[in-house]
C-alpha cells in the first residue's frame, strides 16, 4: 500500500502568514488522486482539495494544492485564525485509500 | 443539504461484532454517481479507509480488514451498513461514514457523519 508522509508534523505560525504543508508518497499517486483534509477537534474532516488541485465546493481560493507523482504540497496563502487546525491528505488512486498521519498547523 | 448520520452501539465486547448504520438524507444513495463509504479513527490516531459501497451492492475493502468486513445498502431506507466481527480493543475507533465525490470508490470524501465513537471492552 502507499504510505503518505506528512511533513512538518506542527506548524506553529501567525495569522496572515503563509503555510506550506508537504504531502510525500511511498510510490507514485495514480492520475493525482490526492486529496487534502482539514480536521478540527471533535470534527469530521472536511474535504479542501481533490485531483491534488482542485477545490473542492465552498472552499475559499486562499487554499490551493499542487504537486504529482509523490510530491503534493497544500499552501494556505494567508492564514486566517480558523485555518487552524490538523490537515491531512489522501490518496485515494490505488487501493487501499490511505491517510497521512496529519500535519497539526497552531498558532504562534 | 445531504447529511449522514452514524447509529449503533458505542460499546462492544471483544470477539463479538461491530454493527453501524449510516442514514443518509436530504439526497439519494441511489445515485449513479456517488459511492458511500466508511472510514475510521482511532483515538489520537490518523484516518483509515475501511471500505466502500455503491448503491447497486457492489463493495470494495481495504485488504487489511477484509476477512473481518461486510458492507449492505438499502435504498429504499437510505441506509448503508457496516458489520466488522471478532473486534478487539485494536478497533477502537470514531467510525465515519461518507459520500465520496467523484473520481474512485474510495475518496474523496465530500460529506461526512459526524462520526460514533466505538469502543471495545469487556
Known amino acids: 500500500e502507499i504510505v503518505l508522509t506528512q511533513s512538518p508534523g506542527t506548524l506553529s505560525l501567525s495569522p496572515g502568514e503563509r503555510a506550506t504543508l508537504s504531502c510525500r508518497a511511498s510510490q507514485s499517486v495514480s492520475s493525482s488522486y490526492l486529496a487534502w483534509y482539514q480536521q478540527k477537534p471533535g470534527q469530521a474532516p472536511r474535504l479542501l482539495i481533490y485531483g491534488a488541485s482542485s477545490r473542492a465546493t465552498g472552499i475559499p481560493d486562499r487554499f490551493s494544492g499542487s504537486g504529482s507523482g509523490t510530491d503534493f504540497t497544500l499552501t494556505i496563502s494567508r492564514l486566517e485564525p480558523e485555518d487552524f487546525a490538523v490537515y491531512c491528505c489522501q490518496q485515494y488512486g490505488s487501493s487501499p485509500a490511505t491517510f497521512g498521519q496529519g500535519t497539526r498547523l497552531e498558532i504562534k | 443539504q445531504l447529511q449522514l448520520q452514524e447509529s449503533g452501539p458505542g460499546l462492544v465486547k471483544p470477539s463479538e461484532t461491530l454493527s453501524l448504520t449510516c442514514t443518509v438524507s436530504?439526497?439519494?444513495?441511489?445515485?449513479?454517481?456517488?459511492?458511500w463509504g466508511w472510514i475510521r479513527q482511532p483515538p489520537g490516531k490518523g484516518l483509515e479507509w475501511i471500505g466502500s459501497?455503491?448503491?447497486?451492492?457492489?463493495?470494495y475493502y481495504n485488504p487489511s480488514l477484509k476477512s473481518r468486513v461486510t458492507m449492505s445498502v438499502d435504498t429504499s431506507k437510505k441506509q448503508f451498513s457496516l458489520k466488522l466481527t471478532s473486534v478487539t480493543a485494536a478497533d477502537t475507533a470514531v467510525y465515519y461514514c461518507?459520500?465520496?465525490?467523484?473520481?474512485?470508490?474510495?475518496?474523496?470524501?465530500?460529506?461526512w457523519g459526524q462520526g460514533t465513537l466505538v469502543t471495545v471492552s469487556s
Open positions: 436530504g439526497g439519494a444513495i441511489s445515485s449513479s454517481t456517488y459511492h
Open positions: 459501497i455503491y448503491y447497486s451492492g457492489s463493495t
Open positions: 461518507a459520500r465520496v465525490y467523484c473520481c474512485d470508490s474510495s475518496g474523496p470524501f465530500d460529506y
